[in-house]
């Protein structure tokens, strides 16, 4: 996996949401962070910290601080 930086964000993306899905975290992303009613909360909420978590493993220092105040949906 390659880290994005400000000149790679499309090829980023594209590996980033195949390695989610992978590793089973993808939900939040293609849910667009919306937790289905009935879905339990604290599943969904550590699923979606796990999901972001991941994420910024990806994200070089040089932009990270677009990101940094990012928080996990629903929390």
Not at 32 to 42: K, L, M, P
Request: charged share 25%; with cysteine; proline share 1%.
């Amino acid at each position: 996996m390659v880290l994005m930086t400000a000149q790679n964000y499309d090829i980023w993306k594209t590996k980033m949401l195949d390695r989610l899905y992978v590793k089973q975290l993808s939900r939040p992303i293609e849910e667009e962070g919306i937790r289905h009613v009935g879905a339990d909360v604290q599943q969904w909420s550590e699923l979606d910290r796990r999901c972001l978590g991941y994420i910024r493993d990806y994200i070089d220092v040089g932009v990270i601080h677009h990101v940094e105040n990012v928080t996990a949906h629903g929390s």
